[in-house]
């Protein structure tokens, strides 16, 4: 694809500057791309009503066609414009929960191109909070087709940085309102059969909605890029992945260091540089080696909001093996455990 000369707007979430947002939804409206911040992770748009707009992130992103795009509103009444045969149970999920972290899968309507759900009869729709992206949507006045502002299957992009560095001469513009805070993309859930099931776990954990949806379950699969009925984002086998060749460890949990710190001698051992990811309180265990160490925090909040990032840093370090171990499979623990094992190309080391 033909470079671009990729512009970076600082804007602060505090405050605003009008005429910064109106000349990023001129772009949208004139087909061209903009990456900015939304409370996950940052979004690649572009018009969601616009086909070729929308098959310009496909390239930019280096993006299968086979992978749907999640359409973004910024009013629940916007939501008659991309879906149709809309269930009463969408509405009170999204007046309980959007804006935020949380997708419906719902029946498409003819407005939108079937480029942005990959030729599925559905559509992927949610509500985004992060106040830079509600206010560039409700200037440019349209429903935005954004995936993460990434190359494909690379880590997703957190902070506008990641985005120039995936990105730069490949989009219009990227608006830099600083890091995301959740750090991991919504939960999608699919409302178009009898029974909603999750497809993607995320920022919205699945005991929330299970509280609210008798009997829902996670349905993860774990598709090639070929596959076709791709029914959301974020399914593949190989997606989030560091350049470097991600180890995911997993089993009782005091034999997890252990383990990880004999496959480190073993890399070094054959040459490799290796990096780990762990939480703050694992950090010392590994002191001795010679290996790199990225503290990705305490909480799990803290370790979904490094995650990605922690991801990019190794990568710049030169790495050539990173070294994690999983966690809970609670909360957004289980959103951490889905994208480490995708990270991995679903290879789980079991201790």
Do not use: C
């Not at 018009?47 to 992130?57: F, T």
């Not at 997606?239 to 890399?267: C, K, N, T, W």
């Not at 790199?292 to 803290?302: P, Q, S, Y």
Request: glycine residues 6%; negative net charge.
């Amino acid at each position: 694809m033909p470079a671009l000369s990729t512009r970076v707007l600082q804007v602060s979430p505090d405050s605003l500057q009008p005429i910064l947002i109106q000349e990023a939804a001129q772009v949208l409206k004139n087909g061209g791309l903009v990456a900015f911040p939304t409370e996950t992770v940052y979004g690649l748009g572009a018009n969601a009503l616009d086909a070729q707009a929308v098959d310009s992130i496909f390239a930019a992103k280096g993006r299968p066609a086979s992978d749907p795009i999640i359409v973004h509103l910024y009013d629940i009444a916007q939501l008659t414009k991309v879906a149709q045969n809309i269930p009463e149970f969408a509405y009170d999920l999204a007046r309980q929960f959007w804006p935020g972290p949380l997708t419906f899968i719902l029946e498409r309507h003819p407005n939108v191109p079937a480029n942005v759900s990959a030729g599925m009869p559905t559509v992927a729709v949610r509500m985004p909070s992060h106040p830079v992206a509600v206010v560039l949507m409700r200037t440019a006045d349209l429903p935005i087709a954004a995936p993460s502002a990434n190359r494909f299957a690379r880590p997703s992009a957190t902070t506008a940085d990641h985005v120039l560095q995936d990105l730069d001469g490949r989009i219009d513009m990227i608006i830099d309102g600083g890091a995301a805070v959740i750090g991991v993309e919504s939960t999608i859930l699919d409302l178009t059969k009898s029974q909603p099931v999750v497809l993607r776990p995320g920022g919205v954990p699945l005991e929330t909605l299970q509280a609210l949806i008798p009997g829902l379950q996670l349905v993860s699969k774990h598709l090639h890029e070929d596959e076709q009925g791709i029914e959301a984002p974020g399914m593949l086998y190989k997606h989030y992945s560091p350049r470097a060749e991600l180890r995911l460890f997993d089993g009782v949990p005091e034999a997890l260091i252990p383990a990880m710190r004999a496959d480190a001698v073993q890399q070094i051992t054959q040459g490799k540089k290796v990096g780990f990811l762990l939480p703050d309180s694992e950090q010392h265990l590994v002191n001795d080696l010679a290996v790199e160490v990225i503290n990705l925090g305490t909480t799990e909040t803290e370790i979904s909001h490094n995650l990605f990032d922690s991801m990019r840093q190794l990568d710049q370090a030169l790495v050539d093996v990173i070294l994690v171990h999983g966690f809970s499979r609670t909360g957004l623990g289980l959103a951490l455990w889905d994208r480490l094992l995708r990270a991995a190309e679903g290879h789980v080391i079991e201790v």
